[in-house]
């Protein structure tokens, strides 16, 4: 069978027959891959424990005439032990499999940008971001705007999403795509706490530096907008991001 390495993130596992799982992975080089993992649920298995969620994994696969089979794992972060410790950051890091789950949809095409993020803000649940630590939910919130802004949904935070008006605008519209003018906000329409929106625009670019001096209440606010604008774009709601503890 012809071969390939690639490395890449555990994001879900499936039991197959008695002995055997199927992992899928989102790659460096080719995306989103489900591939067999033979004998991995038996107590003999060396290398079963590498393919858990959460795994950052160094992988070789076997070409397959359906699924690829997985030959050999070498772990490279194992950001399953400490992340399976602490349920609030276990929490999140389930919202961030799930959602990269979903926005790559197309299997063995290429998503580098999408890995990237996903590995990234893994790495910063578990040992901080490049400004120190900060809380897991903040953490979440930015992977979530900026991974549904590669998808190309990116929530507009200058300018009125309706009309292009600048801003700065008061009003949040998830539906509409981000910040609204007096003439354009639909009913209902959250207003924006002073704060919030220079909050929502560091964790889009990823300021951590910004972030530094962000109160509780704003967070909050913040959380909620990010939660309601990544389930507009995705028609549906996030499975796992009920149970985080904001």
Known sequence: MPTYRDEGVVLRTHNLGEADRIITVLSRRHGKVRAVARGVRRTSSKWGARLEPFSHVDLQ?????????????????????????????YTVGHVLLETADRLVSVENEPALHQYRLLA????ALVTGTSDGP?????????????????????????????????????????????????????????????????????????????????????MRQASGLVAAFVAWHLERGLRTIEHVSR
């Open 61 to 89: 696969f076997a070409t397959g005439r359906t699924l690829d089979v997985i030959t050999e794992a070498v772990t490279l972060h194992a950001w399953s032990e400490p992340l399976c410790t602490d349920y609030n950051r």
């Open 120 to 123: 990234g803000a893994l790495h």
């Open 134 to 218: 900060r809380p897991s939910t903040l953490v979440m919130d930015s992977y979530l705007l900026r991974a549904v802004a590669t998808a190309g949904f990116a929530p507009s935070l200058d300018g009125c999403a309706s009309c292009g008006t600048p801003g700065p605008h008061e009003a949040f519209s998830p539906a509409a795509g981000g910040l609204v003018c007096p003439r354009c906000r639909p009913p209902g329409t959250a207003q924006v706490r002073p704060g919030t929106l220079a909050l929502l625009s560091a964790l889009l670019s990823g300021d951590w530096p910004a972030t530094r001096d962000a109160d509780a209440p704003t």
